[in-house]
């Protein structure tokens, strides 16, 4: 009897995690500690807001169930390679890798032999497609925002730039370099560059170089993230530098904005701009009145527009068959998201998307300065 | 010359930070031979301490004054709830236990508060700078040097005139004849946790009023520059925690400024391939405490 019953128990529980014959199963790497779990929690929020839409109106397009393998991968990029393995064996015929290139690299490694098709959360440095075909951004990549950047700076003036870098990570440091190159290609000049490390305790000296630079610049760019960039603008500010500071998307949370006078001005590129009456501000008012929250960053928006990208990809496809998707999804055009279109067809698997420039004012909030498509023909290489 | 005076200035500011963790994180090892891998956690809690005051409506500061309580308390609640079971027990189970703090309190950072930095917007004045000769210097850097040098001041006091302080020092010479003479353990260890977090919680608010946001990882990086400068001052010597944290400040910031763009990238190798350089010739640290522990 005993026996029985642990049989059937075993049945039943098997049963009950099981996935049917037909569920589209997508693995999810999702950092819920370290430094990606800023970016990955709000993307990995929007991406299941809009699973949860699509499987109340029958699956992705209406035919296809899906079910979520979700993983923690502590921001290790070790446990990510692992993680991704699991969800492999599990069945997992679509991952969604954390939001950062290196992460995504590694993952896609581990994918390639069944083409697995890859997209990272917001992860922008265009190298990370660069590992095979079955890999994909989704968010604009760091050569389309420095490109778009750049002409704006140029517009505005600006005429020597200088880079603060940090060759720790692809993203902090390609973004600046792709507005330099971009900044001088329309006749600017970078007369100056720092790098810095990941976590660096102090920003002192380098602002002290940069104010006693011999030929000073009027635009400091950089792609430095929370808590650099904080520790970074109190340093200058501080000193006395009122020279204006512009940044990648990164920017773009509330935990800047909230810094007061100090990032009064500064400008930032970005995804999307929730304009009133726009499909974004309809997204918005969605999440919050189904979960409570507010979302004050484009990382849910960007999760809610990978689900629209696996959904158009395997409606092109006609199967889910992991390399008939992936060359499904390269060859996309002019595809409906809730940010903004994307296109895969005719780049290398970064999506070219439009960009936003946003200027943060001292009251805490951004306001909306231009919304542009980079001309693929010009775009930094990366 | 303007540029190296502000540099120097840059290097004192960032050093002192290092010499009161250090100091800190020396008080407690000289005691109890616990190399406290949570202090930074201390720091941390601080940070937090201020940013919840602000955020429910205190000024700046009496923000700042608690988050000095806050490190206070943070470090007697953690000699209280993990240490002092575990008193006399070997430097690796005591080392292990600081881990194992310092990891728990990091995910209660991140899950209770948040995983990202939360912003502190202290008041404009705060970062603004002066003008002495053809130097412009920042209000913050300066503030942290005579913070600091206040902070020194009154530990010295602490140490040299008051009961507990020599409590504390003879402590660290030979506790177990302390104990044997009469005088309560647990307090002088309350004491040295209570100093270590003070010291933690004045790094904080430096730290934030400079930086402008916490997150669980704050403490982190500083104490383990930290802990360098205790190892090249001498592991378990007050007064080389204090040269260790200046002389690694010092070596950051220079070499920060100074190196040829190429080589920046290896600033922090070279930071501590100038630290090993010294403990080859000086294996007991600059100033070796008298029970001599090697590093």
Same mark, same amino acid.
């Not at chain 2, 602490?158 to 647990?186: K, Q, S, T, Y």
């Not at chain 2, 500083?222 to 007050?238: D, E, R, Y």
């Not at chain 2, 600033?267 to 001599?292: E, F, K, N, T, Y």
């Given at each position: ?14 049963? *009950? ?22 970016? $990955? ?30 993983? $923690? ?6 446990? *990510? ?9 599990? *069945? ?19 994918? /390639? ?12 440095? &265009? ?42 990570? =692809? ?10 190159? =971009? ?29 006693? /630079? ?25 000193? *006395? ?80 068959? &992991? ?60 | ?6 540099? +120097? ?150 140490? %040299? ?7 504390? %020092? ?13 005088? %309560? ?81 290896? %600033? ?10 010294? +403990? ?16």
């Amino acid at each position: 009897m005993t026996l029985k019953s642990i049989l059937l128990g075993t049945a039943i529980a098997a049963l *009950g995690t099981a996935s049917s014959a037909e569920d589209y199963i997508i693995g999810v790497m999702s950092a819920q500690s370290g430094y990606l779990a800023p970016y $990955d929690g709000p993307a990995y929020a929007g991406f299941k807001f809009c699973i949860d839409e699509k499987m109340a109106n029958g699956g992705l397009n209406g035919t296809t169930p899906v079910k979520l393998i979700v993983k $923690d991968t502590r921001s290790d990029i070790a446990v *990510g390679v692992q993680v991704v393995q699991e969800m492999l064996d599990d *069945g997992a015929k679509f991952i969604v890798s954390s939001a950062d290139a290196d992460p995504t690299i590694a993952a896609a490694q581990i994918t /390639a032999a069944d083409m697995i098709p890859t997209m990272t959360f917001a992860g922008t440095a &265009p190298v990370l497609t660069q590992v095979g075909p079955h890999v994909f951004g989704s968010y604009p990549a760091d050569n389309q925002q420095g490109a778009v950047l750049a002409a704006y700076a140029r517009d505005q003036g600006f005429e020597k730039a200088w880079l603060l870098t940090s060759p720790d990570s =692809a993203y902090t440091l390609g973004g600046p370099r792709y507005f330099g190159e =971009a900044f001088e290609s329309l006749g600017g000049a970078v007369v100056g560059e720092s790098t810095y490390s990941l976590n660096q305790p102090d920003f002192s000296a380098i602002v002290t170089n940069i104010q006693n /630079a011999d030929d000073a610049p009027d635009v400091i760019a950089t792609w430095a993230w929370e808590p650099d960039f904080p520790a970074f603008i109190r340093a200058l500010r501080g000193a *006395g530098v009122e020279t204006q500071v512009m940044g990648g998307d990164v920017l773009d949370t509330p935990t800047v904005r909230g810094l007061g006078d100090v990032v009064d001005g500064v400008v930032h590129t970005s995804g999307g701009f929730p304009d009133e009456g726009s499909a974004y501000a309809d997204f918005i008012d969605r999440f919050k009145a189904s979960t409570g929250t507010v979302p004050d960053n484009n990382y849910y928006v960007n999760g809610c527009d990978i689900v629209d990208m696996i959904e158009q990809a395997l409606a092109a496809a006609g199967t889910t068959d &992991p390399a008939a998707v992936s060359a499904a999804m390269a060859e996309l055009e002019d595809g409906t998201a809730t940010m903004s279109n994307f296109t895969f067809k005719g780049t290398d698997r970064m999506p070219l998307r439009e960009v936003v420039v946003a200027r943060i004012r001292a009251d805490g909030e951004k306001e909306f300065v231009l919304r542009q498509l980079a001309d693929p023909e010009t775009l930094p290489k990366p | 010359m303007d540029q190296l005076v502000q540099q +120097l200035i840059n290097a004192l500011s960032l050093g002192g930070i290092y010499a009161m963790l250090a100091l800190g994180l020396a008080i407690v090892f000289s005691i109890v031979r616990l190399i406290n891998f949570a202090h930074g956690e201390i720091m941390t809690f601080g940070g937090y301490g201020i940013f919840l005051s602000m955020v429910f409506g205190f000024p700046p500061v009496a923000a700042l004054c608690i988050g000095l309580g806050a490190a206070v308390v943070m470090a007697l609640a953690m000699e209280r709830a993990a240490f002092r079971v575990m008193r006399g027990a070997d430097v690796i189970s005591l080392l292990i236990t600081s881990f194992a703090v310092s990891e728990i309190l990091k995910v209660l950072f991140q899950n209770g508060i948040s995983a990202r930095p939360v912003p502190i917007s202290f008041p404009s004045a705060w970062s603004s700078s002066y003008q002495i000769g053809g130097m412009t210097i920042g209000v913050a850097p300066t503030a942290s040097i005579f913070v600091t040098i206040l902070s020194l001041g009154c530990l010295t006091f602490v140490l %040299r005139r008051l009961a507990i302080g020599m409590a504390m %020092r003879a402590a660290a010479e030979d506790f177990d004849m302390l104990r044997m003479l009469g005088v %309560r353990a647990n307090r002088v260890v309350a004491a040295a946790f209570a100093i270590s977090g003070l010291l933690a919680g004045v790094a904080a608010v430096i730290w934030t009023a400079q930086r402008g946001s916490v997150d669980p990882m704050m403490g982190f990086f500083p104490v383990l520059k930290a802990f360098i400068a205790t190892v090249l001052g001498g592991l378990g010597s007050l007064g080389g925690a204090v040269l260790g944290g200046f002389v690694v400040g010092t070596l950051e910031v220079l070499t920060q400024a100074f190196l040829p763009d190429s080589l920046t990238p290896y %600033r922090d190798a070279i930071v501590l391939s100038a630290v090993i350089a010294v +403990l080859l010739v000086r294996p007991d640290g600059l100033l070796p405490a008298r029970s001599g522990t090697r590093s």
